[in-house]
């Protein structure tokens, strides 16, 4: 619920307030010079929020990532417009240092944390596009209740238990700019598997519910299957979150499988906590042992995945 509430108001609240603040400023601006650099600017936090929710993913991408950085690029603008509007010339220094901050958070983030800026990146608007909308399909796919279905170029090797042996020429190459972008990648992926090692266990040290049960003791029971269920939950949203090098899709691809498979064992559990039904209850409980082996051999394609990526490009990282 908070998550949801959350994603409203980064991708639509705070950009289309900005905006909309912006408007009236320039409205209520005491002089016709004023008015006339105010309708610049505000037309361009439009044309920003325009290419935003119109035509998704030609200038930054459509996620709760890119609301935020839309919002500090109005906010740039934002400032500017304080810049003119301003009659001494602290309350400029200070909007115009305030606009400087706006535009160094918004190039930082997009540039050296969140790899969403077009200009960023190094490859075309199409390429861009094209993989935001197979990601964009492979998300839905598990609202369909389809189990995820990435399409990617096939393999040239089956996966093995250990790193695959695949020529050079056929491994992907990182870029130099992707290099740091793909350190941080693993950082933070591994931050996510930590969390999905402690659910794991949790659901590991779930003991069966006794059919003799007390209700009270059977809604304990309920209320720890839910907190579970929350994490797992809240640890899928943030799989599907991390951005990553377009070197690493595959990787990336298991990651979040993963992640939907620890949701679904959680949910699993879950529903086994309200079961009465014995037939049922074992149902769902065997269910959530499935698919919490499927998340340990998801998360083994990531970690082999990665090997490969870093082995073949380690002499590179080596000569750094």
């Known amino acids: ?14 950009p289309l307030g900005i905006t909309f603040i912006t408007i009236l400023q320039t409205a209520s601006a005491d002089y016709r010079s004023q008015k006339i650099t105010g309708a610049i600017f505000s037309l361009c936090v439009i044309v920003m929020d325009c290419l935003f929710y119109f035509d998704k993913n030609a200038f930054i991408s459509y996620n709760t990532d ?40 918004f190039i930082g983030i997009a540039y050296w944390e969140r790899p969403t800026l077009l200009v960023a990146s190094e490859f075309t608007a199409a390429q861009i596009a094209e993989q935001n909308a197979r990601y964009q399909d492979y998300i839905s796919s598990f609202q369909e209740g389809k189990g995820g279905k990435w399409k990617a170029a096939p393999r040239s090797t089956a996966r093995k238990g250990t790193v695959v042996d695949m020529p050079s020429e056929d491994r992907p190459q990182l870029s130099e700019s992707a290099k740091p972008r793909l350190a941080r990648y693993i950082e933070e992926s591994e931050k996510v598997i930590a ?11 779930y003991e069966p519910i006794p059919p003799n049960i007390s209700d009270a003791e059977r809604e304990q029971r309920g209320s720890q299957a839910l907190a579970i269920n929350n994490n797992a939950t809240a640890i899928n ?3 599907l979150g991390l951005f990553h090098p377009h070197e690493s899709t ?24 309200l079961q009465e039904d014995p037939e ?18 998801c998360l083994e394609r990531f970690r082999i995945d990665i090997q490969n990526l870093l082995s073949n490009n380690q002499p590179q990282l080596e000569e750094q």
């Open 280 to 297: 049922e209850q074992m149902t769902q409980y065997k269910q959530s042992r499935n698919q919490i082996a499927q998340t340990k051999i």
């Open 237 to 239: 949203k943030r799989a």
């Open 66 to 105: 890119g609301g935020l950085l839309l919002a500090f690029a109005s906010l740039f603008f934002f400032g500017l417009l304080y810049v003119v509007r301003s009659d001494d010339r602290p309350a400029k220094f200070a909007n115009l240092l305030f606009s400087a901050l706006m535009l160094a958070a």
């Open 195 to 205: 969390r999905m090692q402690a659910v794991m266990e949790a659901i590991d040290s």
């Open 1 to 14: 619920m908070y998550l949801g509430i959350a994603e409203i108001a980064l991708m639509f609240v705070l």
């Open 250 to 273: 595959e990787a990336h691809t298991e990651l979040i499988q993963a992640s939907e498979s620890l949701r679904l064992a959680a949910y699993s559990l879950y529903t086994y906590s």
